[in-house]
């Protein structure tokens, strides 16, 4: 196992598999493993809290406009 695999392991994909799908649940993931950095580095005391919730924010809207392109 390399470093990029341990550090953003990627789930298999259970839905309809068409490449939509699996593409955007491959963007969700990157999402949520993002987030899940930014919630420890807020918890450790490294960032604020403001500063946490507007990086998630940024991250939802970018998640957001990926959700529109592949409808």
């Known amino acids: 196992m390399n470093q990029h695999d341990f550090l953003y392991p990627q789930s298999s994909y259970y839905g309809k ?3 939509k799908n699996i593409a955007f649940n ?3 993931q990157e ?3 993002k987030v899940n950095y930014i919630i420890a580095l807020q918890t450790a005391g490294k960032i604020s809290a403001i500063f946490a ?3 998630v924010e940024e ?4 998640l957001e406009k990926i959700k529109q392109k592949f409808r």
Do not use: A, E, I, R
């Open 17 to 19: 598999k068409t490449p």
């Open 26 to 28: 491959g963007k969700l």
């Open 31 to 33: 999402f949520s493993h």
């Open 53 to 55: 919730y507007l990086q």
């Open 59 to 62: 991250l939802w809207q970018d």
